[in-house]
């Protein structure tokens, strides 16, 4: 019997905490080809790959602190909490052994810092993860 990864518990207590959470869906559609194009140029001119998740949350960021009840939820005795940072949760793919296995990462205060901290971050979880992976999985 092979043991489960140390990834693949994470992301099935992950989605087994998130299915009491309220979930919102919508549909979404963005037109990217500039900030690709700026992408592709840096990397060629620096041959550093540059992370889209970090332009994203980059964007969203203070698209979301612009409204602050975007940021809110109730609470049990039906009180609006407020905050004053936007956390973002994204899922980071972290390649071993020729697998990919998704870690979730949470970007604090995404609202507050430039797209090179953010990347950095990323960057850093996904690093972090795989040496983790190692060590335990």
Known sequence: MKPFPT???LVADVGWMSRRKNNVR???EIDVTVPRQ???AHEESTGESVSFTSYLAYCIGPAVAANRYLRAYR???GRLVLFDD???TTMIEVRQD???YPVGHIIRAANQ???RQIHN???GSRRAAVHATRSHG
């Open 113 to 115: 810092k430039t797209f």
């Open 98 to 100: 020729g697998k990919e």
């Open 86 to 88: 936007v956390d973002i």
């Open 26 to 28: 919508g549909v979404l």
């Open 75 to 77: 609470d049990w005795r």
């Open 121 to 123: 971050e990323i960057r």
């Open 38 to 40: 700026l992408m592709r």
């Open 7 to 9: 990834a693949g518990r």
